[in-house]
Structure formats: C-alpha cells, structure tokens
C-alpha cells in the first residue's frame, strides 16, 4: 500500500514540475522578445561555451577583496553550520510523514535530473527551431550555469568525501578521494545548488518582480526535501546554495556585459553601434 501511495505522489510531483516548466516557458515576462535586431544579438555556440567555461576558473585570479570577503563568509557560514548540522537533521526527523509528501517530492525533482534538461530542451527549441533570441540566451545561461557549477559541486564531492546523514556516521565523517561513492558525496548539496541555478537564470530574465520571487519558491522546497530526504547535512544546503546562486550570478552578468556592448546610438533613426573594446 505505501508503494502505491508513494508512486503517486511521485506522477503527481511529475506533473507539477511539467506545469512549473510551462508556466515559466511560456511566461510573457521571461519569454519576451528583444527589441534588438538579431544579427546584432551575442551568437551561443561551443567556442563560446568552452571559452567561458574555462574564463569562470580563472575569475578567482581577478577577484577584489569584496569578492573575497564574501567567499570568506560563505565558507565560514558553512563551517559554523556544521556545528548545528547533528540538530537540524534531527528537528526534520521528528516529521517522518512529510519525507515523502508531495512538497518534499516537488523539492526532489526541482533540482533533479528530470527538470533541468527538459528545460533546456524547451528554451533550446524556442530558440533555435522557433528563432526568439530570448530564448536562446535563456538556453546557453542554463547549459553555461550548469557545466560550470555541477564542475565545482562534483569535484568537491569527490575531494572531501563527506558521509550522508542516512549512513549515521555523524557529519564529521569523511573518506576523501571517494569519486562517485553516494554515501560518502553529501558535500555539497547537488540538487540544491541546480536548483538555484535554475531560479536564478529565471530571476535574472524576468521583468516581473512577483516572477523573480516566485521563481526561488520551488528552491526552498528543494533545500528542505534534501533534510528531511536524509541525503544532506544543512551545510551541504548553504554551500550548495551558494555555489548555484554565485555560479548563475556570475554567468549571467557575463552574458549581459556581452549585450551591453550593443548600444543605442540615436533614437530617430534607430540604429546601433557595437564596442570593440
């Protein structure tokens, strides 16, 4: 009977995530189209893709001590969560019946690997079979986002080898060098770190301010499914956190410092000049 229960929570959670990605494909505040022409628009293509990939490791060569400052803080805020890690597995375990409730499954799929591709594929066919310049930005931020912080999550999952609260090990727990051992890759947080990439590329495309804050709602259900899913320490969650919101953040101001080479040079004739600098 828990089975039956249990799968149907999961096609229901299934169907949510399908209206979710609806809702925001076609959402007129996202979706929008450019008003620039587009031969003038940045082009997406693999050069691209490889160059910047490589651009997003070297950026820490260049970071003024803001940056730094705020690195340190993330770290230290990990750090000092770890202290609290034990407690806050335990207040979740106190609700068993939620672990496999319909929000905590909706949180699962959120930054699973079922949404982010499908969404990739939505804004991919958009924007280069439907040609909406839009689109295709929305496109190469998601794939961009995607390589670039998953590089960052699964390195540090293999180099630090941290246990998962369901082995009972504690969350002092590591075995480093442990590549692709589940147990022993809960640092950081995976699911959660996709699905603030996700909200935030959304976020950052929409003119909608209701949208930008609906959009990191499905975020917070994706940090708390981890928890009471028993995959994740809460300071698996916060770096986790950290990583997809820096890592989107990085990505799409890069992508608009490109668009903001496109400028308007005079209002009557429209026309535009392109830096080369």
């Not at 979706?31 to 997406?44: G, I, M, V």
Request: charged fraction near 15%; include cysteine; charge should be positive.
């Amino acid at each position: 009977m828990k089975r039956v229960s249990t799968y149907k929570i999961k096609i229901v959670a299934y169907v949510t995530i399908i209206l979710i990605c609806f809702v925001v494909f076609f959402s007129p505040h996202l979706n929008a189209q450019d008003s620039l022409p587009k031969k003038e628009l940045p082009k997406y293509n693999f050069h691209q893709y490889k160059t910047e990939y490589f651009k997003f490791f070297a950026t820490p060569a260049h970071w003024s001590l803001s940056d730094w400052l705020i690195c340190g803080t993330v770290i230290g805020g990990t750090v000092a969560l770890t202290q609290a890690d034990n407690q806050v597995r335990n207040q979740f375990l106190r609700y068993p019946q939620y672990a496999h409730s319909l929000p905590v499954d909706i949180g699962n799929q959120w930054g699973g690997f079922f949404t982010y591709p499908a969404l990739i594929l939505g804004f991919g066919i958009s924007g280069y079979v439907g040609d909406h310049p839009k689109s295709k930005k929305v496109c190469y931020e998601l794939i961009e986002s995607l390589l670039t912080t998953e590089t960052v999550s699964l390195t540090l999952k293999g180099v630090t080898g941290r246990s998962r609260p369901f082995t009972e090990r504690g969350p002092f727990s590591y075995k480093p060098f442990t590549i692709l051992n589940s147990p022993y890759n809960s640092f950081p947080a995976g699911h959660v770190d996709a699905a603030i990439c996700m909200s935030t590329i959304f976020a950052r495309n929409s003119e909608s301010g209701l949208l930008k804050v609906v959009f990191y709602l499905p975020t917070v259900l994706t940090a708390a499914s981890r928890i009471y899913s028993d995959r994740h320490w809460a300071s698996d969650v916060f770096f986790g956190a950290a990583i997809g919101y820096f890592g989107a953040t990085w990505v799409v101001n890069n992508d608009e410092k490109k668009d903001s080479r496109i400028q308007m040079s005079s209002i009557y004739p429209l026309s535009f000049k392109i830096g080369l600098n």
